[in-house]
């Protein structure tokens, strides 16, 4: 049989609590920093208000929307009819 893997990581021994550098020992489990040299962008986006505030258009959203919607009311009108006759 073979085994699955379930996520569960067993908990550190006092040995293996131990850190190696001085960040990772500031690291706990209630608090964990990071530098800025991992979040700071390679490049600071400039933008204006006005794009700022604009939503990501395209993907055919209200497509994919209309299409839903007809859909759950086909399947609704489906079952209603099962559900009836």
């Known amino acids: 049989m073979m085994s699955q893997n379930t996520g569960y990581k067993p908990e550190p021994t006092p040995a293996e609590n131990t850190a190696s550098t001085p960040e990772e ?31 990501h258009t395209g993907d055919h959203v209200r497509y994919i929307l209309m299409f839903s919607t007809v859909g759950i009311l086909a399947v609704f009108a489906v079952l209603l009819a099962l559900y009836l006759f």
Do not use: I, M, Y
């Open 25 to 55: 020992a500031e690291n706990t489990d209630d608090t964990l920093r990071v530098s800025e040299e991992e979040t700071a962008a390679p490049v600071p986006e400039k933008k204006t208000t006005e794009e700022v505030r604009q939503g």
